[in-house]
């Protein structure tokens, strides 16, 4: 089974720290996506990337950046943690495009609370 | 730019009641469909998918979809909705140029028992 793991399930942290969201998958997947969940407003992509070291901005990329230095681990990166950050983030594998018969995957989700 | 886009934020059915939720995207090329399903403080769970062939797809829990090219569209359907069914609904698209996974804003449905 393909497994996607966050590194945490809850995180409280203070605003204005640097904070890191990891994401490990096991599958070889070529994709990796990072979102944000808030109530009524759906799944937002922030980043997604589609190889090492390559990256595309997602809906929301504001006040957020990415680092992919191996193909199993997707880092999100808050480099000054807001209030308005607060929310729970997802993070997603999939292999090849929409022609390969492709579905994603998902993490267990972190919920950050910046205070 | 890309985007999916569900019609109905939030609906309230009786028990019984058939159920359509609209699921529109804009986008020319090749897609895989999903809806997903979020129960009240559950993850996401995978209610079915679309890659080619038959337009009508059948799902879990009695819910299937049909994919519409023409219009776009890829809508959930079920017949007769229960009280358990009550949860938020996602319809998603992957996109053949880039793999990128896009999400509508989510549909709210609450049954009424």
């Known amino acids: 089974d393909v497994k996607v793991t966050q590194s945490s399930r809850y995180l409280v942290k203070r605003t204005g720290e640097k904070v890191f969201l990891e994401c490990v998958q096991d599958m070889d997947h070529e994709n990796m996506f990072w979102y944000r969940q808030d109530p009524g407003l759906g799944l937002r992509l922030i980043y997604f990337?589609?190889?090492?070291?390559?990256?595309e901005k997602g809906d929301i990329p504001e006040g957020y950046s990415v680092s992919r230095e191996k193909k199993e681990r997707f880092s999100l990166i808050l480099e000054s943690a807001s209030t308005n950050q607060t929310s729970m983030y997802l993070c997603?594998?999939?292999?090849?495009?929409?022609?390969?018969?492709?579905?994603?995957?998902f993490g267990q989700g972190t919920r950050l609370t910046v205070v | 730019a890309q985007s999916v886009s569900q019609h109905n934020h939030h609906v309230i059915l009786s028990e019984a009641a058939s159920l359509e939720l609209g699921c529109n995207y804009s986008y020319g090329g090749t897609v895989n469909l999903f809806w997903y399903v979020q129960y009240p403080g559950q993850h996401l769970q995978l209610l079915l998918k679309y890659f080619s062939g038959d337009p009508l797809v059948k799902g879990i829990k009695g819910f299937e979809a049909e994919f519409i090219k023409s219009k776009f569209s890829f809508n959930l359907r079920k017949p007769s909705v229960q009280w358990s069914d009550t949860a938020e609904y996602f319809c998603?698209?992957?996109?053949?140029?880039?793999?990128?996974?896009?999400f509508g804003q989510g549909t709210t449905l609450q049954v009424k028992p």
């Open positions: 990337s589609y190889d090492v070291k390559m990256k």
């Open positions: 997603a594998s999939s292999t090849g495009t929409a022609t390969m018969n492709t579905e994603a995957f």
């Open positions: 998603a698209v992957i996109l053949s140029n880039t793999g990128k996974l896009i």
